[in-house]
């Protein structure tokens, strides 16, 4: 039997439904979980660093962004384009394609990470408490990415959704700051209503915008 591997984020709150995937216990859903905005724990779906002197390039698994802190989605693996020779890719709804029997330059670097998403039709405020960054410009419609420290700590910061109805932002940090971050960020957002989340809510807007 495989090792339960553990999240580094940790909410106190009573789980209504839980399940195993790939050895991690994943909360689907909170009991008396709110609509939102929420913080929803991602730090067991898979990730990849791809560090190559030449990333300017597309296979047909995943095609890299052209601008530096661009975003592409191909199906429901995104990849965000960090500098000239590295990129990071995401596989946000858990599939594994064998990237590193593939690509020697592609490393498995899921669980030395946090990773979080925020999700509401408010996050604009919310992330005016936290971050000296115009993340959501008027008339902006393409997915980006910042890195930026949030709370002193170095971060990606995806903005995957723009739209009035719902916004969708993913947060990751080094592990060994997940659980602090998770505090900080809950803490920043009280006067936003911003609680702790299940996955199914992601996975309605992964699916919906698909």
């Not at 932002?169 to 299940?198: E, F, N, Q, W």
């Amino acid at each position: 039997m495989a090792e339960l591997r553990t999240s580094p984020i940790k909410f106190n709150l009573e789980p209504l439904t839980v399940e195993e995937i790939d050895s991690w216990k994943v909360v689907k859903e909170y009991k008396n979980q709110n609509q939102g905005p929420l913080l929803i724990d991602l730090s067991h779906r898979p990730s990849w660093d791809f560090q190559n002197k030449d990333v300017s390039f597309n296979k047909p698994e995943f095609s890299i962004p052209a601008d530096m802190n661009g975003i592409t989605r191909q199906g429901n693996l995104f990849v965000s384009r960090m500098n000239q020779t590295q990129v990071q890719l995401w596989s946000f709804d858990g599939k594994t394609p064998p990237l590193e029997s593939l690509y020697p330059f592609c490393t498995d670097i899921t669980d030395g990470q946090a990773v979080m998403a925020l999700m509401g039709n408010n996050l604009d405020l919310v992330f005016e408490s936290m971050l000296p960054l115009e993340m959501f410009k008027p008339g902006e419609t393409c997915m980006q990415l910042f890195q930026a420290p949030l709370f002193h700590i170095p971060c990606q910061i995806l903005v995957l959704d723009r739209s009035e109805k719902m916004k969708v932002v993913i947060i990751s940090c080094p592990r060994g700051y997940g659980k602090d971050m998770a505090k900080a960020i809950l803490k920043s957002a009280i006067p936003h209503g911003l609680t702790p989340g299940g996955e199914n809510a992601f996975e309605r807007w992964l699916n919906s915008a698909g």
